[in-house]
């Protein structure tokens, strides 16, 4: 027991847009005992993300930010994260670009995961783009947050092999899977776990 006093974890914040799938894998890493994070807040710049009710059902604190003035957006985003004491973000399908400012402000603490093994297919449409290049593997990525878009460190990644019939939504299904292991466990290595 003496081995557990001490360890304290880190304070995250999950960013959406839409689904929500990685945050709810996230949330179930959170709850396990050695977890380095617990989630404490969820971020979204639309208030109809189906993310938002996984929020309620995990009763986590979410706050929706309108991101038209982004600068703005921003501004009371950098607020709620320090009045929440938030130590790490995870970006988890947040679809806007966040500014050079606000990145420098939480340097090395942004984190996203990516459906592609980068540093190929950055951006939008992925598996579209994969498939008509007839790749024969895609896969996923976590990455620390640069100002560059999908261009930071990479912390991890997994390969999947493409079938011969595949589709972008048989791929991304394929891709999504693992993405949901993909998360937690770049999380538990930069935390040495
Ligand atoms: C995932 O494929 C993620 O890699 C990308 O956006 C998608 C979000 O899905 N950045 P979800 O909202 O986590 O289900």
């Known amino acids: 027991m003496a081995l557990l006093t001490g360890f304290k974890k880190k304070k995250t914040a999950v960013f959406i847009s839409g689904r929500g799938s990685n945050l709810k894998s996230l949330l179930k890493f959170s709850k396990i005992n050695k977890s380095p994070i617990s989630i404490n807040l969820i971020i979204s710049d639309n208030n109809y993300a189906k993310g938002l009710n996984i929020a309620k059902i995990f009763r986590i ?12 957006a921003e501004n009371k985003l950098i607020i709620e994260l320090k009045k929440n004491d938030i130590e790490l973000i995870c970006l988890a399908g947040f679809m806007r670009i966040l500014s050079k400012n606000f990145i420098q ?3 090395g603490k942004i984190l996203n995961i990516h459906p592609s093994l980068l540093p190929k297919y950055k951006g939008i449409n992925t598996h579209e783009r994969v498939l008509k290049n007839k790749e024969k593997f895609s896969g996923c990525t976590v990455h620390y947050v640069s100002h560059k ?3 930071g460190k990479i912390i991890l990644q997994k390969k999947v092999k493409i079938n011969q019939k595949e589709t972008p939504k048989t791929l991304s299904v394929k891709v999504l899977k693992e993405e949901h292991k993909l998360y937690p466990e770049a999380i538990s290595k ?4």
Do not use: A, E, R, Y
Not at 190 to 193: A, E, M, T, V
């Open 190 to 193: 930069i935390f040495n776990l």
């Open 149 to 151: 878009l999908d261009s």
């Open 61 to 72: 604190k979410k706050k929706v930010f309108n991101f038209k003035k982004p600068k703005l």
């Open 105 to 107: 402000k939480f340097n």
